[in-house]
């Protein structure tokens, strides 16, 4: 009851309960008592009670002291079922042990009884083997011999079958000769090769040399099925196989058929050298096109067929060649542009360059079709790339040439013929030149990039690249050209060079400029037909060069103006200068150069828009005559007044006037460029008075002169503020650097100015 | 390009044409200045930069008796310098130092310790070597080079040697090679003649036309830069007087004057009549494989070698001096007698 409680209430204790039982029933049956398993630490009390080494005293005194009497009471109950529990178990395994032992016993009686009787069996059957072995036995050597003659008969037979084979091997490949049955007579010969080898030299000698002759017979029979164009590319194909089969040099062969193919390759360039030695000897380029395309369609495209032809039998023929024929091909084509290269040496017309990239790129597509592995249409889109590069650089060289050419000879005829505008002359012709030159260059350029050809389509871009990188490389080297030119001139030292080196000049700034123009439209049509030719960077280049060459120009006009300046002022001794009496020469000269400056500036650049506008400001008569009562004002007040105060005045006007700017970008009119000189060489004048010390006399004399130097300027160019500011200037500085700064009167200094006018005007009638 | 509004400013009363870095004032900024009036009674100024930088004080103003064409400060004695000057009819040279007690005196008076007067003609600079303490000093005039030995505690000058530049060389300058204390470099008319001063005989010449200025590159020896008048600033290899090193484009009208910077390299600059003053980044290290490099690069891929352009001057620059003691420092002066003191620190972070 209480077992069967517990185990309802609790499962763990169960378990427990089990393996305490296991464990005492081994220890029952393990005689080794020490090496009992310990029970679990948690139930001391129980434990100690399965332990050898229990003291039922110890124990019991514990558990009275330890427990109530309930405690007590229900601890013996545990103890009775536990006792019970343990004497039953052990009852049943005395019960269980004793049934297997009685089973065991039944077994090993009946197994007692059924062995009896079976030795006797056996002995009787090993009795019977014995006896089948010894007559299979007798069998076998009663039929041995027999055997062993069969097979010997049946080794002969095939022995002779085979000498039968070889006997008859030269009249069968005859034969087979005959009837062109070439890959069987092949395969025989191969197959008896082996014995040839082995006994060739003793019992089949007539034999071997008898088929040898046939199978020569046969090579060259298909030797001659080779090469014989007649023949199909697939007969050949197969012959060159067995051939090879035959361990005939198939190399020397495939070299030789290679030949050939070069030998044809070499004659369709001789044809084509001929097309174009026709199309040199017509000189009208239209007649030149139309040549290029005509005779190709005779002559040059069969041939060139019959050579891809060819090389697409040989293809089949000889596999592995591919790349001696890839050679080859590149080859044809190399040579081709270099033809094309040639021509192009010799200048020919785009129309013709055009017919001649035509016939190459043709040929090109027609073997690339043979032969794609080579990538010829790639191959010559470099080659091309090359050779059009050339062409547009060697356009350009021509071009070049013509622009110097014809301005030199612009140079040598003004000489022989005194012509009155020779600059014009000069810079109409190279402005011709150029411009002619330049637009021919772009239309034979738009042709070439008009024309659909595929090469050229995949060269499109580039071309453009091209044309535009060589018409920059012109350009510069035009400037380079012309400044070699001008700087020559120049190195003369003479006034001639100084002349002609201006000339070299102006007439670059005409072209530069007109280019410019004619390019910023050539720029925009360009880019409407969607070809992209950037004409900015060019244009650029252009105006930086103009703009050089302008400078270059002026300085060198002012260098001129410099030196004559540099003369007056260091020769006198101003410190002990005469009064002056008249103009000095040196405003003549001045004012000469200027003319000068005027008369070439004329005829080049175009005039300013500007110069209507102001002559309409300034060149009223009263306008102008107020201006010179101002002027005359201010001198009359600079007179009066103490020179202890003129800085302080000066200082303070300048305060006053707005920041006059005195140097200014120069643009390309008559006018910029003239007043720029003048403006330059006023201000040197200012600088060198600066350096000097005056006396009255000395400084009068500079005030007659640039009084007389502010009227002509006035008749003969605009003349700004910047101008009258920088001329009085130079009167400023002239009294500042006076020790006695007392200035003409009035009526003296027009007098003389007047008296200088006259003389002037009579020596101009 | 705007400069100008950076420059600090300080006006003299008259025209002036010269200004010279005060090099043994090792404590202060300052520069020397004098003006060039025909009939007003000329001024010495001592100017010193404030320690902030950002002022210019007179440090002493003396009166000097005629008008001052050259001035150039001692190297080693920051109370002497030389000046040229010209009575209108007459030149001369002086040796000057200024008084000690200047401080406390109401109108100090400058001493003068030597006069240079063996001249006759137009004396155009007087020299000192830029290079440290030497007893000589150089004159040069229209005609002749002198020598002078110079002895500041006797308050003596003595002509050493001269030598006469040779018919129609009409000298206008001169340079002293900072590296070699016997090269002298004068400029004329037609060419920049090279003089050994132990012998006096010319040793080479650069033919080039028209140079106004000529200065040694402090750092770099054999290198020389000239200032013409059209075509603008040549730097120049003086073992290879054919051709320039290097060419800058000046300005709109004459350069008149060219210095070097004394501690950057390359940096150069530049003081023209078109009232500007400009400032070049011109590296003269490149030897002549770079040179032919960068001549066959084209000139579009060229850096602008202008770094600046200081334009905000009313009248020709003549007088141009950087500070050795701060070598960012320059001071120009414009011929309306205005100094202007600039800093270059903004550019020479750009390099």
Known sequence: MVERENTRTDDVPLDDKAKRMRDLLSSFYNPDHSSAPKAPSNYENLDAIDSTSFDPDHYMNLLVQQSNLEGLLRRHVEMAAEIKNLDTDLQMLVYENYNKFISATDAIKWMKSNIVGMEANMEQLLDKIMSVQSRSDGVNTSLFEKREHIEKLHRTRNLLRKVQFIYDLPARLAKCIKSEAYADAVKFYIGAMPIFKAYGDSSFQDCKRASEEAVIILVKNLQGKLFSDSESIQARAEAAVLLKQLDFPVDSLQARLLEKLEQSLGDLQLKTVGIENILRESNDPSKQGKAFESIPNTGHEVSVHGFAEAIRAYRVIFPDSESQLIKLAQNLVIKHFEMIEQCVKRRISSANFLGALRTIWTDVLLMDEVLSEAALPDFSLEAGQVTVKKYVASTFTYLLQDISDALLKVNVSPKEAAEEHPLQVALEASKKTVLQGSMDLLLDFRQLLDDNLGLLVKLREFIADWVQEGFQDFFRALDDRFLILSGRKNSTSQDQGFSDGALGEKVLVGTVLEITASFSGGGVQGDENGHAFVSGEICQIFRSVSETLLHHYINMRTQRVSTLLRKRFTTPNWVKHKEPREVHMFVDLFVQELRAVQSEVKQILPEGLIRKHHRSDSNGSGNSSRSNALLDDKMSRSNTQKARSQLLETHLAKLFKQKVEIFTKVEYTQESVETTIVKLCLKSLQEFVRLKTFNRSGFQQIQLDVQFLRTILKENIEVEEAIDFLLDEVIVAASERCLDPVPLENPILEKLVQVKLAKSKERSK | ?351
């Open chain 2, 1 to 351: 390009m705007q400069g100008g509004s950076s420059g600090i400013g300080y006006g003299l009363k008259y025209q002036a044409r010269c200004i010279s870095d005060v090099k043994a004032d090792t404590d202060h900024t300052s520069f020397i200045t004098g003006t060039l009036s025909l009939r007003e009674e000329n001024e010495v100024h001592l100017i010193r930069l404030s320690s902030g930088g950002t002022e210019l004080i007179c440090e002493g103003l003396f009166s000097h008796p005629n008008e001052i064409w050259d001035l150039a400060s001692c190297p080693f004695d920051q109370r002497i310098f030389s000046t040229v000057f010209s009575t209108g009819e007459s030149y001369g040279a002086a040796i000057w130092q200024i008084p000690e007690l200047y401080g406390q005196l109401n109108s100090p008076q400058l001493e003068r310790i030597a006069s240079l007067d063996a001249h006759v003609g137009k004396i155009n600079c007087v020299l000192w070597w830029p290079s440290g303490r030497h007893d000589k000093l150089i004159s040069i005039d229209d005609e002749n080079l002198f020598l002078w030995a110079l002895d500041c505690s006797k308050k003596a000058a003595q002509v050493q040697s001269k030598q006469s530049s040779g018919m129609l060389h009409y000298l206008s300058g001169g340079a002293w090679d900072p590296h070699d204390i016997n090269a002298v470099a004068t400029t004329c008319e037609s060419s920049v003649q090279f003089w050994d001063l132990r012998t006096m005989k010319k040793t080479n010449a650069i033919e080039h036309a028209h140079i106004h200025n000529a200065n040694y590159d402090m750092k770099k020896n054999h290198i020389l830069v000239t200032a013409e008048d059209e075509s603008g600033i040549h730097i120049w290899d003086t073992r290879k007087p054919k051709s320039p090193i290097q060419e800058l484009p000046g300005h709109t009208h004459w350069t008149w004057a060219v210095t070097c910077n004394p501690e950057y390299d390359g940096l150069i600059l530049s003081a023209g009549t078109d009232s500007t003053v400009n400032l070049w980044m011109a590296p003269t290290s490149v030897e002549d494989e770079a040179i032919t490099e960068s001549i066959a690069e084209s000139p579009a891929q060229q850096a602008d070698p202008l770094l600046n352009s200081y334009s905000d001057y009313e009248d020709s620059v003549y007088g141009l001096a950087w500070s050795s003691r701060e070598p960012w420092i320059f001071a120009s002066l414009s011929y309306d007698g205005r100094v202007v003191v600039e800093s270059i620190k903004p550019f020479l972070s750009r390099k």
